[in-house]
């Protein structure tokens, strides 16, 4: 296309602040796409073009990256008298920068599985090799309790869409480690506790039974005395 004609486009998906922008023509086909950070638009658009006939998707997954998006009708003049002239769409990535700020919120980790692979996670590199094993089972028992490495999660698996390209599961997990924490702290104030108690109650012994045995010795040594 003449460079009149991507600049226009361009200067919108900059202007936009969306992660994902793309144009449809009436008959919904779509005649340009961009992401950030993506170099590869020709495969953007056709998985885009998979999605956007269908009005309950709203995910599209490009290229190992998630995207939420919304499709708007672009109208010469109103909606009810204008013609309409194709579509809008536009949308942000779903990655560990997003899940960090809602997983925050919440107090816990979050990870989006399409099909069997992870695709966005707030878990670090290290820990999601482990996940990424029991992606099956999650989607299989839908609750559960994880453990990866050696901390342990409580988790639960949302289906969030069924669409075309993979099925898409939301799997939030709440980390034992506060609570086991706060279990070993428990458990170490009831110990102390319990040795306190042991060691007052020795010493009140030592102290009931000398005052038996001091009256007994003073008598003994009494008779001893005559």
């Known amino acids: 296309p003449p460079r009149s004609t991507l600049f226009p486009y361009t200067t919108l998906f900059r202007s936009s602040g969306n992660d994902l922008f793309a144009l449809a023509d009436a008959n919904s086909r779509v005649v340009s796409a961009n992401a950030e950070d993506v170099d590869n638009t020709d495969r953007l658009k056709r998985d885009l073009q998979v999605v956007i006939d269908d009005p309950n998707s ?46 925050r919120g919440a107090g816990a980790d979050a990870a989006f599985i399409a099909g069997n692979d992870i695709v966005a996670s707030t878990l670090p590199m290290e820990k999601r090799k482990p996940l990424q094993e029991m992606v099956v089972s999650l989607q299989q028992n839908g609750d559960g309790i994880l453990r ?7 988790a639960s698996t949302k ?17 034992f480690i506060e609570a086991d924490r706060t279990e070993h702290e428990i458990n170490r104030l009831v110990f102390l506790a319990s040795l306190l108690a042991i060691i007052v109650g020795s010493l009140l ?7 038996v045995t001091r009256p007994l010795e003073l008598l003994a040594s009494g008779v001893q005395a005559f």
Do not use: C
């Open 205 to 211: 012994m030592l102290l009931l039974a000398r005052m």
């Open 159 to 175: 289906e969030v869409a069924n669409g075309a390209v993979a099925p898409l599961h939301l799997v939030v997990m709440k980390s």
């Open 148 to 154: 990866i490495g050696s901390e342990r999660y409580l």
């Open 58 to 103: 709203h995910y599209l997954l490009s290229g190992g990256r998630l995207y939420e998006y919304s499709v708007r009708p672009l109208y010469f003049g109103s909606p009810a008298t204008g013609t309409l002239l194709g579509y809008v769409v536009s949308g942000y990535a779903i990655d560990h920068r997003l899940l960090q700020e809602v997983g």
